[in-house]
């Protein structure tokens, strides 16, 4: 006998954006600035400010796969990215209506933040940072 568990049928997946982390490419930038302004006056400790540079960069790189959004035919899922353990579900029947928030430089980047609250109970699934939200929210109104 197979005991194989049964394959969830994935119609949309995703992790956020790069552009859900700008702030920290903001901040190595000015790092980085800084290290080439020491280097270039001949200032000690520019090899910090390269190194903290560095850490920032790889702070997005980890904190982009921190989460896991999951959307099948049954339910929408947030799971963490590294151990595959779901954070937060709610049930596509139980959605009451799905809403984007955007701020000015999201909008520039083209994310969003998916608010989806519970019909059922007073919970609330936010998904931030998705790419391109309006086909997203289509496609899971479509679902619902």
């Known amino acids: 006998m197979d005991k194989r568990k049964p ?13 859900q982390f700008s702030w920290l490419y903001l901040m190595s930038a000015l790092a980085a600035i800084r290290a080439a302004l020491f280097h270039r006056f001949g ?8 190194i903290g540079a560095g850490i920032l960069l790889a702070c997005a790189a980890v904190l982009r796969h921190w989460v896991h959004y999951e959307l099948t035919r049954e339910q929408i899922t947030v799971r963490n990215g ?17 809403t984007i ?44």
Do not use: N
């Open 7 to 19: 394959e969830r049928s994935v119609v949309w997946e995703a992790f956020p954006s790069w552009a």
């Open 43 to 50: 200032l000690g400790g520019w090899e910090m400010w390269v």
């Open 82 to 98: 590294y151990t595959g353990r779901v954070i937060q579900s709610i049930l596509l029947r139980d959605i009451r209506e799905v």
């Open 101 to 144: 928030r955007q701020g000015f430089v999201a909008q520039f980047f083209g994310i969003g933040t998916l608010v989806i609250p519970s019909r059922t109970s007073d919970r609330t699934l936010s998904l931030r940072g998705v790419c391109d939200p309006e086909a997203v929210k289509i496609r899971i109104q479509a679902l619902a």
